[in-house]
Protein backbone atom coordinates (compact mmCIF):
# COMPACT_ATOMS: atom_id res chain seq x y z
CA UNK A 1 0.00 0.00 0.00
CA UNK A 2 1.28 3.19 -0.88
CA UNK A 3 1.98 5.64 1.65
CA UNK A 4 -0.68 8.27 2.93
CA UNK A 5 0.37 11.90 4.00
CA UNK A 6 -1.05 14.43 6.44
CA UNK A 7 -3.18 16.69 4.39
CA UNK A 8 -2.06 19.47 6.81
CA UNK A 9 1.46 18.47 8.12
CA UNK A 10 2.54 15.78 5.13
CA UNK A 11 3.42 13.19 7.57
CA UNK A 12 3.80 10.35 6.77
CA UNK A 13 0.10 8.93 7.93
CA UNK A 14 0.01 5.38 9.86
CA UNK A 15 -2.61 2.85 10.34
CA UNK A 16 -3.67 4.53 13.75
CA UNK A 17 -4.09 7.65 12.11
CA UNK A 18 -7.61 7.89 9.98
CA UNK A 19 -8.91 11.01 10.56
CA UNK A 20 -9.91 11.89 7.08
CA UNK A 21 -6.42 11.95 5.73
CA UNK A 22 -5.07 14.13 8.90
CA UNK A 23 -2.20 12.83 11.32
CA UNK A 24 -3.86 12.54 14.86
CA UNK A 25 -2.49 15.78 16.00
CA UNK A 26 -3.89 17.90 13.22
CA UNK A 27 -6.89 16.67 13.65
CA UNK A 28 -7.29 17.40 16.89
CA UNK A 29 -6.38 21.23 16.36
CA UNK A 30 -9.03 21.41 13.71
CA UNK A 31 -11.37 19.34 15.32
CA UNK A 32 -10.79 19.45 19.34
CA UNK A 33 -12.80 17.92 21.48
CA UNK A 34 -14.64 20.23 22.85
CA UNK A 35 -14.97 24.17 22.84
CA UNK A 36 -15.68 26.03 25.69
CA UNK A 37 -16.12 30.43 26.32
CA UNK A 38 -12.98 30.96 27.15
CA UNK A 39 -14.42 33.90 29.92
CA UNK A 40 -17.11 33.00 32.82
CA UNK A 41 -18.55 35.31 35.56
CA UNK A 42 -20.83 33.88 38.34
CA UNK A 43 -21.94 34.91 41.80
CA UNK A 44 -20.80 32.90 45.16
CA UNK A 45 -22.81 33.97 48.31
CA UNK A 46 -20.52 34.94 50.85
CA UNK A 47 -22.27 33.63 53.84
CA UNK A 48 -23.81 30.34 52.34
CA UNK A 49 -21.51 29.26 49.53
CA UNK A 50 -24.73 28.58 46.85
CA UNK A 51 -23.33 29.57 43.39
CA UNK A 52 -25.33 31.51 40.35
CA UNK A 53 -25.33 33.67 37.18
CA UNK A 54 -28.30 34.98 37.52
CA UNK A 55 -30.73 34.72 40.21
CA UNK A 56 -30.93 30.98 40.08
CA UNK A 57 -29.00 30.05 43.08
CA UNK A 58 -27.76 26.94 43.50
CA UNK A 59 -26.56 24.96 46.39
CA UNK A 60 -23.23 22.70 46.34
CA UNK A 61 -22.83 19.50 47.08
CA UNK A 62 -19.74 20.36 48.90
CA UNK A 63 -19.41 23.94 50.56
CA UNK A 64 -15.73 24.14 50.05
CA UNK A 65 -14.35 27.43 48.40
CA UNK A 66 -12.81 25.75 45.59
CA UNK A 67 -14.88 22.81 45.22
CA UNK A 68 -17.26 25.68 44.86
CA UNK A 69 -16.37 26.40 41.87
CA UNK A 70 -15.56 23.79 40.29
CA UNK A 71 -18.94 22.81 40.58
CA UNK A 72 -19.98 25.96 39.22
CA UNK A 73 -17.43 25.43 35.91
CA UNK A 74 -19.45 22.31 35.61
CA UNK A 75 -22.80 23.29 36.01
CA UNK A 76 -22.49 26.50 33.90
CA UNK A 77 -19.63 25.35 31.18
CA UNK A 78 -19.86 21.58 31.05
CA UNK A 79 -23.10 21.20 31.68
CA UNK A 80 -23.53 19.64 28.29
CA UNK A 81 -20.76 17.69 27.70
CA UNK A 82 -21.70 15.75 31.10
CA UNK A 83 -24.48 15.06 29.72
CA UNK A 84 -23.22 13.07 27.48
CA UNK A 85 -21.09 11.42 29.51
CA UNK A 86 -17.72 10.83 26.70
CA UNK A 87 -15.17 13.21 28.05
CA UNK A 88 -13.70 13.11 31.36
CA UNK A 89 -12.56 16.37 32.76
CA UNK A 90 -10.06 17.90 35.45
CA UNK A 91 -10.28 21.14 36.82
CA UNK A 92 -6.97 22.95 38.15
CA UNK A 93 -6.30 26.40 39.03
CA UNK A 94 -3.40 28.41 38.31
CA UNK A 95 -2.18 29.72 41.55
CA UNK A 96 -0.20 32.38 39.96
CA UNK A 97 -3.05 34.03 38.48
CA UNK A 98 -5.14 34.55 41.29
CA UNK A 99 -6.40 38.17 42.31
CA UNK A 100 -7.79 39.38 45.24
CA UNK A 101 -9.98 42.21 46.25
CA UNK A 102 -8.88 44.90 49.04
CA UNK A 103 -11.07 42.27 51.38
CA UNK A 104 -8.82 40.02 50.24
CA UNK A 105 -11.58 37.85 48.53
CA UNK A 106 -10.38 36.34 45.40
CA UNK A 107 -11.95 37.88 42.59
CA UNK A 108 -10.71 36.24 39.64
CA UNK A 109 -8.03 33.13 38.20
CA UNK A 110 -7.97 31.10 35.40
CA UNK A 111 -8.39 27.62 35.32
CA UNK A 112 -7.18 24.72 32.96
CA UNK A 113 -9.74 22.39 31.54
CA UNK A 114 -8.37 18.91 30.21
CA UNK A 115 -10.46 16.51 29.17
CA UNK A 116 -9.90 13.07 27.70
CA UNK A 117 -12.35 10.97 25.15
CA UNK A 118 -13.60 8.28 27.34
CA UNK A 119 -13.52 5.82 24.10
CA UNK A 120 -9.55 6.85 23.51
CA UNK A 121 -6.93 8.16 25.46
CA UNK A 122 -4.90 9.45 23.00
CA UNK A 123 -7.80 12.29 22.05
CA UNK A 124 -7.59 14.51 24.37
CA UNK A 125 -8.08 18.75 24.56
CA UNK A 126 -7.16 21.47 27.37
CA UNK A 127 -8.48 24.66 27.62
CA UNK A 128 -7.65 27.60 30.01
CA UNK A 129 -10.60 29.51 30.99
CA UNK A 130 -10.41 33.25 33.32
CA UNK A 131 -12.92 32.84 35.55
CA UNK A 132 -14.57 36.43 37.45
CA UNK A 133 -15.63 35.82 41.10
CA UNK A 134 -18.40 37.94 42.37
CA UNK A 135 -18.97 38.30 45.90
CA UNK A 136 -22.14 38.34 46.61
CA UNK A 137 -25.34 37.84 49.25
CA UNK A 138 -27.82 35.37 47.42
CA UNK A 139 -31.98 36.36 48.15
CA UNK A 140 -32.01 33.87 51.37
CA UNK A 141 -29.08 35.54 52.86
CA UNK A 142 -29.71 38.81 52.39
CA UNK A 143 -33.46 38.13 54.12
CA UNK A 144 -31.65 36.74 56.60
CA UNK A 145 -29.36 39.62 57.33
CA UNK A 146 -31.86 41.70 56.94
CA UNK A 147 -34.01 39.73 59.57
CA UNK A 148 -37.06 40.72 57.61
CA UNK A 149 -37.44 36.86 56.60
CA UNK A 150 -38.42 33.79 58.46
CA UNK A 151 -36.64 31.84 60.55
CA UNK A 152 -39.05 29.06 61.26
CA UNK A 153 -41.95 27.39 60.48
CA UNK A 154 -44.97 25.57 62.11
CA UNK A 155 -47.24 23.64 59.62
CA UNK A 156 -50.47 22.83 61.74
CA UNK A 157 -52.20 19.37 59.65
CA UNK A 158 -55.55 17.90 60.04
CA UNK A 159 -55.92 14.62 58.94
CA UNK A 160 -58.66 15.61 56.76
CA UNK A 161 -61.68 18.14 55.77
CA UNK A 162 -63.50 17.02 58.20
CA UNK A 163 -60.90 18.52 60.71
CA UNK A 164 -60.64 21.66 58.90
CA UNK A 165 -62.40 23.74 62.41
CA UNK A 166 -59.19 22.65 64.28
CA UNK A 167 -56.85 24.83 62.39
CA UNK A 168 -59.16 27.54 62.61
CA UNK A 169 -59.50 27.47 66.21
CA UNK A 170 -55.64 26.98 67.01
CA UNK A 171 -55.36 29.81 64.45
CA UNK A 172 -57.41 31.74 66.21
CA UNK A 173 -55.56 31.06 70.01
CA UNK A 174 -52.22 31.48 68.34
CA UNK A 175 -53.54 34.95 67.12
CA UNK A 176 -54.60 36.57 70.53
CA UNK A 177 -51.24 34.93 71.98
CA UNK A 178 -48.77 36.43 69.85
CA UNK A 179 -50.23 40.04 70.03
CA UNK A 180 -50.01 40.01 72.87
CA UNK A 181 -46.50 38.38 72.72
CA UNK A 182 -45.39 41.08 70.30
CA UNK A 183 -46.49 44.06 72.19
CA UNK A 184 -43.30 42.94 74.47
CA UNK A 185 -40.98 42.16 72.08
CA UNK A 186 -41.03 43.42 68.22
CA UNK A 187 -38.66 40.83 67.27
CA UNK A 188 -41.40 37.99 67.76
CA UNK A 189 -44.04 38.06 64.98
CA UNK A 190 -45.59 35.32 62.20
CA UNK A 191 -44.25 36.39 59.04
CA UNK A 192 -47.06 35.22 56.98
CA UNK A 193 -49.76 32.43 57.18
CA UNK A 194 -49.80 30.05 53.98
CA UNK A 195 -52.89 27.81 52.82
CA UNK A 196 -51.85 24.03 52.44
CA UNK A 197 -54.17 21.48 51.50
CA UNK A 198 -54.91 20.42 55.17
CA UNK A 199 -54.25 23.16 56.99
CA UNK A 200 -51.60 25.80 56.98
CA UNK A 201 -47.92 26.72 57.07
CA UNK A 202 -47.01 29.51 59.79
CA UNK A 203 -43.74 31.48 58.95
CA UNK A 204 -42.52 32.20 61.90
CA UNK A 205 -39.65 35.52 62.35
CA UNK A 206 -37.80 33.82 65.31
CA UNK A 207 -37.12 30.02 66.61
CA UNK A 208 -38.05 31.47 70.07
CA UNK A 209 -41.50 31.94 68.87
CA UNK A 210 -41.61 28.69 67.59
CA UNK A 211 -40.85 27.00 70.62
CA UNK A 212 -43.57 29.56 72.46
CA UNK A 213 -46.49 28.54 70.14
CA UNK A 214 -45.85 24.96 69.92
CA UNK A 215 -45.68 24.56 73.72
CA UNK A 216 -48.83 26.89 74.18
CA UNK A 217 -50.71 24.44 71.47
CA UNK A 218 -49.14 21.07 73.75
CA UNK A 219 -51.09 22.58 76.74
CA UNK A 220 -54.37 22.73 74.66
CA UNK A 221 -54.22 20.04 71.82
CA UNK A 222 -53.01 16.47 71.66
CA UNK A 223 -50.69 15.77 68.10
CA UNK A 224 -48.29 14.24 66.52
CA UNK A 225 -45.18 16.47 66.19
CA UNK A 226 -42.01 16.20 63.89
CA UNK A 227 -39.00 18.93 64.12
CA UNK A 228 -36.38 19.32 61.84
CA UNK A 229 -33.89 21.57 60.59
CA UNK A 230 -32.27 22.57 58.21
CA UNK A 231 -28.68 24.66 57.05
CA UNK A 232 -29.05 27.85 55.90
CA UNK A 233 -26.63 29.27 55.92
CA UNK A 234 -23.58 31.09 58.03
CA UNK A 235 -24.03 33.99 60.48
CA UNK A 236 -19.98 34.68 59.72
CA UNK A 237 -20.41 38.12 62.30
CA UNK A 238 -21.45 35.74 65.07
CA UNK A 239 -19.39 32.75 63.95
CA UNK A 240 -22.13 30.62 63.65
CA UNK A 241 -24.07 28.06 61.51
CA UNK A 242 -27.77 29.03 60.63
CA UNK A 243 -30.36 26.64 60.64
CA UNK A 244 -33.74 26.95 59.47
CA UNK A 245 -36.04 24.73 61.85
CA UNK A 246 -39.48 23.63 61.26
CA UNK A 247 -42.19 21.91 63.17
CA UNK A 248 -44.90 19.47 61.98
CA UNK A 249 -47.97 19.31 64.18
CA UNK A 250 -50.40 16.86 63.24
CA UNK A 251 -53.67 17.32 65.06
CA UNK A 252 -55.14 14.18 66.58
CA UNK A 253 -58.62 13.49 64.91
CA UNK A 254 -60.06 12.38 68.16
CA UNK A 255 -61.08 13.67 71.16
CA UNK A 256 -62.26 12.61 75.15
CA UNK A 257 -65.92 10.81 75.17
CA UNK A 258 -66.38 10.49 71.04
CA UNK A 259 -67.31 7.64 69.96
CA UNK A 260 -65.58 6.00 67.23
CA UNK A 261 -65.63 2.74 65.29
CA UNK A 262 -63.42 0.46 62.94
CA UNK A 263 -62.72 -2.93 62.00
CA UNK A 264 -66.78 -3.30 62.84
CA UNK A 265 -66.74 -2.42 67.08
CA UNK A 266 -67.77 0.83 68.45
CA UNK A 267 -65.50 2.45 70.86
CA UNK A 268 -65.20 5.53 73.06
CA UNK A 269 -62.12 7.54 73.74
CA UNK A 270 -61.72 7.28 77.47
CA UNK A 271 -58.29 9.13 77.92
CA UNK A 272 -55.95 10.99 76.17
CA UNK A 273 -52.31 10.49 77.38
CA UNK A 274 -48.83 12.46 76.27
CA UNK A 275 -48.69 9.67 73.01
CA UNK A 276 -51.83 6.86 73.87
CA UNK A 277 -55.14 7.04 73.41
CA UNK A 278 -56.84 4.78 75.45
CA UNK A 279 -60.33 3.29 74.13
CA UNK A 280 -63.45 1.32 75.52
CA UNK A 281 -65.01 -1.23 73.38
CA UNK A 282 -68.72 -1.49 74.12
CA UNK A 283 -67.91 -4.85 75.46
CA UNK A 284 -66.20 -3.29 78.34
CA UNK A 285 -62.77 -4.01 76.09
CA UNK A 286 -60.35 -1.84 77.07
CA UNK A 287 -57.60 -0.56 73.82
CA UNK A 288 -54.13 1.57 74.02
CA UNK A 289 -53.35 2.40 70.67
CA UNK A 290 -50.23 5.44 69.38
CA UNK A 291 -51.54 8.25 68.03
CA UNK A 292 -50.19 7.49 64.79
CA UNK A 293 -52.77 4.40 64.23
CA UNK A 294 -55.79 7.66 63.92
CA UNK A 295 -53.78 8.74 61.21
CA UNK A 296 -53.33 5.44 59.22
CA UNK A 297 -56.74 3.37 59.73
CA UNK A 298 -59.64 4.17 58.23
CA UNK A 299 -61.99 4.98 61.37
CA UNK A 300 -65.55 6.35 60.97
CA UNK A 301 -67.14 8.73 63.70
CA UNK A 302 -70.33 8.39 65.00
CA UNK A 303 -71.53 10.84 67.22
ZN1 LIG B 1 -0.58 16.43 10.50
ZN1 LIG C 1 -26.53 32.65 50.75
Known sequence: MPNRFCAICGKILGDTD????????????ENPLFE???????????????????????EPERNEFFSIIEQALQNFLLRSY?????????????????????KDLLISLEVLISGVLKEDSNIKHKQVISVDLNHTLCKNCTNL????????????????????????????EIHKHVDGLFDKDPRQYISKIEDQKYGVDLYLSTNEIMNYLVKFLKAKYHFLIKRT??????????GKNLYRFKTLIKFLPVRISDVISFEDQNY????????????RGENNTKLIKDYSYFFNEKITKKN
Open 36 to 58: LPTKISFNICIDCGNFSKKDNWI
Open 18 to 29: PHFGMCLKCYLK
Open 268 to 279: SVETITKNKVIL
Open 145 to 172: RGGTYYISVIQLRVKDEEHFNLIKQALD
Open 82 to 102: LKKNSISFSISFDKDTFKYSS
Open 229 to 238: KKLVGRDNQK
